[in-house]
């Protein structure tokens, strides 16, 4: 009965890779995000996506990049990984993308970039 | 620039007192401000929320002021239990744009028992 889920929950990987994290939400929300976490545990929007419309944080490098096969699933991809990347990445989701909406988060992806 | 501050990293105070967090922004126009729990390992929780025409608002144990003057909401456990540890995050949302949360720094909250 889990609300939202992200596999893998630990990825260690080198350097140049690319690797892809997998996010489903089974609350029936229109609307995903993903957030970074930092190693000073600082939480940062990512992407915040519908079927209609993305939104792209534009401090985030083109490497990133957000893919919805369904309404259900919000997948992260990452190429040409880098040490900077390591950190906790979460995925979240809301009924819709009205303002006042609660999101909901997943347990996280640790990622480390070696 | 823009920047939301929780003045206190950490914050350890003993079991049944009221625990005060505090959560400053710099630069925003926020519609909502929401606070979240976060324990290690896990993702963020929602708590409360709290609009900007909003004073205070109540859950429980929990009260959330807001005061759009001093740029500034107060989260408040009242009651503290050790189960209150964890870390609290405010987050807000702007109004300018989508349902995009802007989180602050954290509190780790500690209650001894």
């Known amino acids: 009965d889990t609300a939202v889920s992200q596999t893998p929950k630990y990825l260690v990987t080198q350097m140049g890779n690319d690797k892809s994290i997998k996010c489903e939400q089974n609350?029936?929300?229109?609307?995903m995000y993903w957030y970074k976490q930092d190693s000073k545990k600082f939480l940062k929007i990512m992407f915040s996506?519908?079927?209609?419309?993305?939104?792209i944080n534009e401090t985030v490098p083109n490497r990133f990049s957000p893919k919805s096969p369904d309404k259900a699933h919000l997948n992260l991809h990452i190429n040409s990984l880098e040490l900077g990347d390591s950190a906790v990445y979460f995925c979240a989701s809301s009924q819709d993308m009205a303002v006042q909406e609660t999101q909901y988060f997943g347990p996280g992806t640790r990622l480390l970039v070696l | 620039s823009q920047k939301i501050e929780q003045n206190s990293e950490a914050l350890n105070i003993q079991e049944g007192k009221t625990a005060t967090l505090t959560c400053n922004y710099t630069n925003y126009s926020p519609a909502y401000l929401q606070w979240y729990r976060q324990d290690p390992g896990r993702g963020p929780v929602f708590l409360l929320l709290i609009r900007e025409n909003e004073k205070e608002k109540r859950k429980e144990r929990l009260k959330v002021t807001f005061d759009t003057t001093l740029k500034q909401s107060l989260f408040h456990i009242t009651a503290s239990q050790p189960a209150d540890s964890a870390t609290y995050l405010c987050?807000?949302?702007?109004?300018?744009?989508?349902?995009?949360?802007?989180f602050g720094t954290g509190t780790r909250l500690t209650v001894i028992p």
């Open positions: 609350l029936g929300h229109d609307t």
């Open positions: 996506y519908n079927n209609k419309e993305l939104i």
């Open positions: 987050a807000l949302v702007d109004q300018t744009g989508a349902n995009n949360l802007f």
